[in-house]
């Protein structure tokens, strides 16, 4: 299938990702219109409506490929097909059509670094030595004593080689034991992943969401150093998984891997209006995402686990965004305050039940400098969901437990209907339970509500549209005053000031006198300018029009 290349611009031109909000899905919890409890292709398109009432840009589909589901769907066994439990080619072609007639572009996570243990290349390569593909994944032999080659580790648990007797080496599987990764040393393997990638840039989608991309290259064969201090960051990284005890330098973000992200946006510039995200998990996550993205060479955005922590004082934040600027240059970062891979944001940052702040984490995500992805449920306050060890699937919560509970309490389904069996997300029983506390949250329940957080994410983001300086526009940030963080974005000539309130109770501050409220601000815009004073309510957030530059440096006061 070829499709007119024509269709990817659109009105928003080449760069309609620059500043875009991406809506992440997660297939398997969203929607399942086939009736045997796990959500499916038919089912997003079922409610593509919904999303396209959101005001997103984009979509972004998690894992729908064939696949074993050893990590769901995060092993692939074939690249090209569409697992039988989400649906056929012929559905996903259905889908990217019907997204495409509602303004709405599609971009699909790719799963690069590995495959499944049952993909056929790794079937090929593990039965001999001598076989074609014998070097297309990471294959090493033992130490002397049959300990392995390193001392690496894997982020789910144990060392990171697996011993194969059908070729009495190891292989390296830096994931499950299940997800072996490939060798991009070999050019062969290059050449035959972007084979991969170009089939689905054909058959119409607008981008991709790169999985652990920092992972495609392994340095030498060397021990990684321990770790002085663990501290929680990306998945895995914590003090009850051996992961976090070493230094990562030689198992992953190799400069190796460069060559290949160029080769890789060669390939989409073939597709004009096509774009990439990359998933970064590194010690140095920031620098890591500026050097992946600046140039124009490699990827064109990239995000990282420095905002899905628990941690979120408007310190904190200032600062990683801050050192974020100052090193990416004309790079783009990507922010997202939740995804599949961690607790739910109302959870993760003491807000459940607290509709202001969840307003001002909104407000704080989508006034930054970058593209934005929300995660579905998001918009609905969805909290993490209590379940037991029984109910688990998580092949991290299973081995990790009770310290880490996995990731299967942030993909529970989405509720739709308070009053439908599992909130009108199946008519069967689904693959994850749907909360009693999530039914008060259904999609029913908040859609007709002004007041509610759906209708105050869909307020905000058809109100970022209208603001070219909120979407594309430069950031200077301010001293973070008595817990307020204060920013400004400027774009041609226009100039916003945003003061977002992290406190539990009102603030008041000097204020640039020549701040104007945007008359077309939504409610939740509840600040109050006036002649040199702004003053804000507990979790307030206020934007003004700055009409003066004379006075530009007045936050700093």
């Known amino acids: 299938m070829t499709t007119d290349t024509s269709r990817y611009l659109g009105k928003q031109g080449a760069d309609w990702w620059r500043g875009a909000v991406i809506y992440q899905i997660y297939p398997r919890s969203f929607m399942d219109a086939g009736g045997d409890g796990i959500g499916d292709l038919r089912g997003v398109m079922d409610r593509l409506d919904y999303i396209a009432s959101l005001n997103v840009d984009a979509i972004w589909l998690s894992p729908f490929f064939t696949s074993p589901m050893k990590d ?25 059509e019907a997204a ?122 060397k021990d990684n150093p321990p770790r002085e201090e663990i501290t929680e960051g990306f998945i895995g990284v914590r003090p009850d998984n051996p992961y976090g005890y070493q230094q990562h330098l030689y198992d992953k973000t190799q400069p190796e891997n460069l060559a290949f992200l160029e080769r890789l946006r060669a390939l989409l510039d073939e597709y004009p209006g096509t774009t990439s995200v990359g998933e970064v998990g590194d010690d140095d996550s920031l620098g890591v995402m500026a050097e992946y993205t600046q140039g124009g060479r490699r990827l064109h955005m990239a995000y990282s686990f420095d905002l899905l922590g628990e941690r979120h004082d408007p310190t904190f934040l200032r600062e990683t965004l801050a050192t974020m600027e100052a090193r990416i240059g004309d790079g783009w970062p990507c922010w997202a305050l939740g995804n599949h891979d961690v607790t739910r944001l109302a959870t993760r940052w003491d807000a459940e039940g607290n509709a202001a702040a969840l307003r001002l984490y909104l407000v704080f995500l989508l006034t930054q400098r970058g593209s934005v992805c929300l995660y579905q449920g998001e918009e609905l306050g969805q909290t993490e969901a ?64 002004p007041d509610s957080l759906l209708n105050a994410y869909r307020a905000f983001l058809a109100f970022r549209r209208t603001q070219p300086a909120l979407v594309k526009g430069e950031i200077r940030y301010h001293p973070v005053r008595d817990e307020v963080l204060c920013l400004e974005r400027a774009h041609q000539g226009s100039r916003l000031l945003v003061a977002l309130n992290f406190a539990g109770e009102p603030r008041e501050l000097t204020a640039p006198r020549a701040a104007r409220a945007l008359e077309n601000a939504p409610a939740m815009v509840n600040g109050h300018w006036q002649d040199g004073t702004l003053r804000l309510p507990a979790s307030g957030i206020a934007i003004a029009r700055c009409t003066s530059d004379s006075e530009e440096a007045s936050w700093d006061v």
């Open 100 to 221: 495409h007639a509602r303004g709405l572009k599609v971009t699909i996570d790719q799963v690069l670094s590995h495959t499944s243990d049952q993909h056929p290349w790794f079937v090929e390569s593990r039965s001999n030595r001598d076989n074609p593909k014998a070097d297309w994944y990471v294959w090493a032999d033992p130490r002397p004593d049959g300990a392995p080659p390193t001392n690496w580790q894997a982020i789910f648990g144990g060392s990171a080689w697996q011993w194969d007797t059908r070729r009495c080496q190891y292989y390296l599987h830096n994931f499950l034991v299940e997800q072996p990764d490939l060798n991009f040393r070999n050019p062969a393997v290059v050449e035959a992943i972007l084979g991969e990638v170009r089939f689905w840039l054909e058959r119409g989608v607008d981008g991709f969401r790169l999985d652990a991309v920092n992972f495609c290259t392994h340095g030498e064969l």
């Open 386 to 449: 209590e379940l037991t060890f029984e109910q688990l699937v998580d092949p991290a919560g299973i081995t990790f437990w009770p310290a880490y509970k996995g990731r299967d309490g942030c993909r529970t389904p989405m509720p739709w209907q308070a009053d439908a069996p599992h909130g009108g997300f199946s008519t069967a029983t689904p693959w994850l339970p749907v909360p009693d506390a999530h039914l008060g949250l259904a999609v029913d329940q908040q859609d007709g509500d």
């Open 72 to 96: 769901f769907g995060y092993d692939v066994s074939d690249y090209r097909g569409v697992d039988p439990m989400f649906g056929t080619l012929e559905d996903f072609d259905r889908l990217v």
